[in-house]
């Protein structure tokens, strides 16, 4: 039994050490292995997103990085985070069913307090 055990962690390490990881630049997303990311600095971006008009959290809005396929939705609290992003200056792009498309321009995202509000209006 303990050879089956020391098997299955051994395969289960060696998987998750192959895996890439998507990291967001400022000009694109890249997959990186372990070894490259451990060389790059990255940092994250969160943030929530609120109705002009009634000041309440959306739920479900996608949030993205222009320039990159990578997408994260809020939280039923209106809630979001991207991860492994390297610092730069970034415009986010959000939408939402029945919201006008939302363009944030020139966000600086660096290494600390990374948190921002975007407010969306109603089409």
Do not use: C
């Amino acid at each position: 039994m303990k050879k089956i055990i020391f098997l299955f962690v051994a395969l289960l390490t060696l998987g998750l050490e192959s895996q890439a990881v998507k990291v967001v630049t400022p000009v694109s997303d890249k997959e990186m292995n372990r070894a490259e990311m451990a060389s790059v600095a990255t940092t994250s971006l969160s943030g929530v997103v609120l109705d002009n008009e009634t000041g309440e959290t959306l739920t479900g809005v996608a949030i993205r990085f222009e320039g990159s396929s990578e997408t994260v939705y809020t939280d039923f609290d209106g809630n979001f985070t991207i991860s492994n992003v390297v610092p730069g200056n970034y415009n986010i792009l959000s939408n939402y069913i029945s919201y006008s498309d939302n363009k944030l321009k020139d966000v600086n995202v660096n290494a600390v307090n990374n948190v921002i509000r975007l407010v969306l209006k109603k089409d």
